[in-house]
């Protein structure tokens, strides 16, 4: 039987890619449900095409243009949050691919769980706000959560097979996006369009900023944490120019395996649908004569701040991890629209991990308080307010 796959932010970099790996594997795959925030065009053609079980639109003013375009079509039409939350408990669902951005991501996918759902998780900001909850009730549910992050699921594709050889260390590369060899000084100059350039990866602008800070490479340790059950202290960043490399594992014996390839996400979307299975395909194939020479660096965290608040937060636990990730989309939203410089974001991140209350152990009401009062403060930070 085909595998039917509903995926969450379906217009989006990740969503669109795995309709292509769906694409050329029609024998094994089918769409059972679309969704996405805003991008009613791309929606309705995505569901025109693929004739999903229902579509949701979570902003719920662009419903009418979607249910009016799909009314002669064997689709049902939803809209708003409440609808995402109660799409994803679908018996006839048998994976979530968890694509959308942000904190948005955390509430479907938490009932998409609870239901029962197998989750290809690309929304690394679940496990970074709420991996212990997601985690745990993961495993009360006997839910699968396959890593759709290239690192991510790198280092799960080295664990196979390893069941019982604990891990001594695992190593998240990192591209270093296109301020590597920025100095301070040139970072304060750093615009848009420059951070926006990424050298090998094409992701959506919230993710290519986080990538530009390090601090995609700061989210995806607390997300290896979690997904791997490592402390702080066996997680380590290695910049690597070429992103050949995806991630490594070290065992205790001294031995380390790598995944290797070109960068590009269908690779890990097809691994994670497909999985337990490798499925056939014709992506262009990695060459080690086109790369003669493969880099590694330690990170500057005195420059790429992020990557450091990110490890203190993942050591501090709690709720801090949330609001590290709040305070994160307000400042990359606000650079995004140039009202802060580069360097304000992880400032403004500072200052606001140090004024929100410290949550020992949070519940998801707990964390959902917490994202609202620091988008709160964050936001005033940026305006120079608080």
Same mark, same amino acid.
């Given at each position: 039987m085909k595998k039917r796959i509903a995926i969450l932010g379906s217009t989006g970099s990740i969503g669109t890619q795995s309709l292509d790996v769906i694409d050329q594997n029609p024998e094994l795959f089918e769409v059972e449900v679309?969704?996405?925030?805003?991008n009613v065009d791309l929606l309705i053609s995505q569901a025109k095409k693929y004739q999903p079980n229902a579509v949701v639109i979570a902003n719920e003013k662009n419903y009418k243009t979607v249910s009016e375009a799909l009314s002669n079509d064997p689709i049902k039409v939803f809209a708003g949050a409440e609808a995402l939350n109660q799409v994803v408990q679908m018996?006839?669902?048998?994976?979530?691919? +968890?694509?959308?951005? &942000?904190y948005s991501g955390l509430i479907p996918t938490w009932h998409a769980v609870k239901a029962g759902r197998n989750i290809a998780l690309a929304n690394?900001?679940?496990?970074?706000?709420?991996?212990?909850?997601? +985690?745990?009730?993961? /495993?009360? /549910?006997?839910v699968d959560l396959l890593p759709v992050d290239s690192e991510h699921s790198a280092i799960f594709q080295c664990l196979m097979g390893e069941i019982y050889n604990p891990v001594e260390k695992i190593y998240l590369t990192c591209s270093g996006g296109p301020f590597r060899e920025k100095t301070i000084e040139e970072l304060e100059k750093a615009t848009v369009k420059d951070?926006?350039?990424? $050298?090998?990866?094409?992701? &959506?602008?919230?993710? +290519?900023?986080d990538s530009a800070t390090l601090m995609n490479k700061g989210f995806e340790a607390i997300e290896a944490r979690w997904l791997f059950g490592l402390p702080s202290s066996k997680i380590e960043v290695v910049i690597h120019p070429q992103s050949i490399v995806h991630s490594m594992v070290q065992f205790e014996d001294g031995s380390i395996k790598a995944q290797m390839g070109l960068p590009d996400m269908r690779l890990p979307i097809q691994y994670?649908?497909?999985?337990?299975?490798?499925?056939?395909?014709? =992506?262009?194939?990695?060459? =080690?004569?086109?790369? $003669? +020479?493969?880099q590694f660096e330690? $990170?500057?965290?005195?420059? =790429?701040?992020?990557?450091?608040l990110a490890f203190d937060a993942l050591d501090a636990g709690g709720n801090v991890p949330c609001v590290l990730n709040a305070a994160n989309e307000v400042v990359v939203e606000?650079?995004?629209? /140039?009202?802060?410089? =580069?360097?304000?974001? $992880?400032?403004?991140?500072?200052?606001?991990? /140090?004024?929100?209350?410290?949550?020992k152990n949070p519940d998801i009401d707990d964390l959902i308080q917490t994202n609202a009062e620091t988008r709160t403060v964050a936001q005033l930070l940026t305006e120079g307010k608080s």
């Open positions: 679309l969704t996405a925030y805003n018996e006839t669902i048998d994976l979530v691919v +968890t694509a959308m951005v &942000g690394k900001e679940t496990l970074v706000v709420a991996g212990e909850i997601i +985690t745990q009730l993961a /495993k009360e /549910k006997q951070a926006l350039a990424h $050298p090998n990866w094409d992701m &959506g602008a919230k993710i +290519t900023i994670a649908l497909g999985f337990p299975h490798r499925i056939k395909n014709n =992506f262009p194939r990695f060459s =080690f004569l086109d790369y $003669p +020479t493969l330690k $990170p500057n965290t005195k420059i =790429f701040r992020n990557l450091a606000a650079f995004l629209n /140039k009202k802060i410089g =580069f360097l304000k974001m $992880p400032e403004i991140i500072e200052k606001a991990m /140090k004024k929100i209350d410290f949550v």
